[in-house]
């Protein structure tokens, strides 16, 4: 991928979109985002990796030397996650807050937590990544995730059709409580998941 750019360039073909990616700082873990990087650069992105142990200011620095659209914070840890939160903030305080689009990601980020947080978007995995990427440049299908509270995060719905289906991996929490135990979970589940089939 690392030949990707310079092709590109050659081709005359123009780029989707320019992103900064980077780990938040405190955590040292880059697996994930380096999958991201490598699929987006894949989708015709330029992606200017920040590696990991990322400074807000380093964030806000990198995003306006470049002009990115989208910034991409991940993190591993639960214990550095609420620093994707501080970045967003002190994008807020310098006032470049509506000169760019943010997503999150990493293994204990969900999309509440995104929300509360004030980020534009939110990606289980790679694809999921590009793809939000994309909607962000008016380059892929439009629309927002939503989720269904009774199933959990993984179940989601995109423009009233099934986008994501994974009824064997129930969370349980205050809001499942009240249809019952697990197998009724796994039901409701299941009849959730036929009524997003039938909206197709």
Known sequence: MVY???ILSASGIEPVGTIV???VKGDLHDIGKNLCIMM???AGFIVHDLGVDTKPDEFIDAVMEH???ILGMSALLTTTMPNMGRTIEAFEEYGLRDTVRIMVGGAPVRLEFADDMGADGYGENAMECVDMAKRFMGAGEAGRWHEDSRVGTHVAVRLGRMAIIKPTRIV???TDKAYGNTREDESVASEEKRALFDKR
């Open 40 to 42: 987006l650069r894949g």
């Open 4 to 6: 990707l750019e310079p």
């Open 172 to 174: 349980m929490c205050a």
């Open 67 to 69: 002009e990115a659209q």
């Open 21 to 23: 990616m980077g780990t």
